[in-house]
T-cell receptor
Framework: DTGVSQDPRHKITKRGQNVTFRCDPI?????LYWYRQTLGQGPEFLTY????????KSRLLSDRFSAERPKGSFSTLEIQRTEQGDSAMYLC?????????????FGPGTRLTVL | QQQVKQSPQSLIVQKGGISIINCAYE??????FPWYQQFPGKGPALLIA?????SEKKEGRFTISFNKSAKQFSLHIMDSQPGDSATYFC????????FGKGTRLHILP
């Protein structure tokens, strides 16, 4: 257990529905990352926050995806109008910003299945 | 997107042998090169990482070898054990890291 928690662990939804995932990082970590991982692939970067500021978003993050980190602590990732291609593991990671280290601690992930 | 290319896709090693996984990157601005280990149903866990100012880093049975001029780095697992059977990912970057596609390692008992 890395100290990063994600909820729910599994989500099954029907195409067209909205889903929201939550990530709670390690408490003293000010950076939080979201990744998507499909079967047989490495994690793909989606977006990251430093405190409450969203610093970068991947081109993979279509306008149906939105992420927030309102108080610089937990973060949510929402997918609107889900599509079957959204089925994947969504991973969250956190790190403390230190100039020469970017050790990211990952949560267990939320596995999304879109029917 | 800058790529990180990892090989082989899968690897089978006898118990006690040396497992070697290779990675190549493109962006010379990258300054952080970690290796992650992932078991089924779990998130990736940091195994070992290196900065480009050193050519080798060893932690227990795990060693990273880094060749800056060739833009390549590798993971060596010495005395491989069945418990090392997992998927291994190399990654590269700075504030943001890019992952390779992974190597499924199986250690034969």
């Amino acid at each position: 257990d890395t100290g990063v928690s994600q909820d729910p662990r599994h989500k099954i939804t029907k195409r067209g529905q909205n889903v929201t995932f939550r990530c709670d990082p390690i408490s003293e970590h000010n950076r939080l990352y979201w990744y998507r991982q499909t079967l047989g692939q490495g994690p793909e970067f989606l977006t990251y926050f430093q405190n409450e500021a969203q610093l970068e978003k991947s081109r993979l993050l279509s306008d149906r995806f939105s992420a927030e980190r309102p108080k610089g602590s937990f973060s949510t990732l929402e997918i609107q109008r889900t599509e079957q291609g959204d089925s994947a593991m969504y991973l969250c990671a956190s790190t403390r910003e230190i100039s020469f280290v970017n050790e990211q601690f990952f949560g267990p992930g939320t596995r999304l299945t879109v029917l | 997107q800058q790529q990180v290319k990892q090989s082989p896709q899968s690897l089978i090693v006898q118990k006690g042998g040396i497992s070697i996984i290779n990675c190549a990157y493109e962006n010379t601005a990258f300054d952080y090169f970690p290796w992650y280990q992932q078991f089924p149903g779990k998130g990736p866990a940091l195994l070992i990482a290196i900065r480009p100012d050193v050519s080798e880093k060893k932690e227990g049975r795990f060693t990273i070898s880094f060749n800056k001029s060739a833009k390549q780095f590798s993971l060596h697992i010495m005395d491989s054990q069945p418990g090392d059977s997992a998927t291994y990912f190399c990654a590269a970057g700075d504030d943001k890291i890019i992952f390779g596609k992974g190597t499924r390692l199986h250690i034969l008992p």
